[in-house]
């Protein structure tokens, strides 16, 4: 039963644990994995595949448009999780990935680092909703799922913007559901119950979703939306 266990499985394993407690001696950047491999996977597929490993890693998609999705065909071994990361933008140019560190002033414990893999000049478009800054934040005793999905709620500055671009009440995005869910109002996801409380100043909302990845220690974040459907901006637990 034992020698069925795959090669991949057991090092999924092993590397899992290693990232769980961010090993002192070794960069997480400089960890191994022992396959890693892909065939016509999306950018987001692909990343999924490295979450597998325990990987906190993180996706700002490109856009979805007219043109078709860029499919991603890799198989490396004994690989770096730096060397799977620069091969995976140098297989789709539309992304850069870049590490994020934890704000010193968020008062918790834990993993102190992620990635961010996202659109190339996505940080200096000023029309992108990720980069909005908020003056203050405050999500308080909730699931980092949720926080996630309706972040809209916990940062005014965009929701006033959201209302901005689509005034109504039908329709606003930003959820899961695509219903108006208020902080007040609970949105039931399946998790392990682990509850996040965080207080943040002057931070973009692209900020305020990985210091919830970073609470919660485990759940990352994906944001999409397509050019064609303006109501389609969406922020999922990844």
């Known amino acids: 039963m034992f020698s069925r266990v795959s090669n991949s499985a057991i090092g999924a394993t092993i590397l899992l644990v ?18 890693f491999e892909i065939k ?24 979805e448009g007219r043109e078709e999705e860029v499919k991603i065909s890799l198989r490396l071994e004994n690989a770096s999780i730096k060397e799977i990361l620069d ?28 990635i961010n893999v996202l659109p190339v000049g996505a940080k200096e478009a000023k029309d992108n909703l990720m980069n909005i800054r908020a003056r203050r934040v405050e ?11 309706s972040i809209r709620w916990f940062v005014p500055e965009l929701d006033e913007r959201l209302k901005q671009m689509y005034p109504g009440p039908v329709g606003i995005p930003g959820s899961v559901a695509r219903i108006i869910t208020p902080p007040g109002v609970k949105v039931r996801f399946i998790s392990s119950k682990s509850y996040i409380h965080l207080i943040l100043e002057d ?3 692209r900020e305020v979703l990985n210091e919830v990845a970073l609470a919660s220690g485990k759940t990352c974040w994906v944001y999409e939306y397509n050019k064609s459907s303006p109501l ?3 922020w999922r637990p990844f």
């Open 87 to 114: 091969s995976l933008v140098k297989a789709d140019p539309r992304y850069v990935w870049e590490r994020y560190f934890r704000r010193e002033d968020n008062g918790i414990s834990g993993p102190f680092n992620l």
């Open 139 to 149: 999500i308080k005793d909730k699931e980092a799922e949720e926080a996630i999905a």
């Open 18 to 35: 290693l990232l769980a407690v961010e090993v002192a001696a070794q960069d997480m950047l400089d960890l191994k994995v022992p396959e």
């Open 232 to 234: 389609s901006h969406r």
């Open 40 to 63: 016509n996977a999306t950018m987001e597929e692909a990343l999924k595949k490295l979450r597998v490993y325990g990987v906190p890693v993180c996706l700002e998609k490109v856009p």
């Open 203 to 205: 931070v973009t909302v």
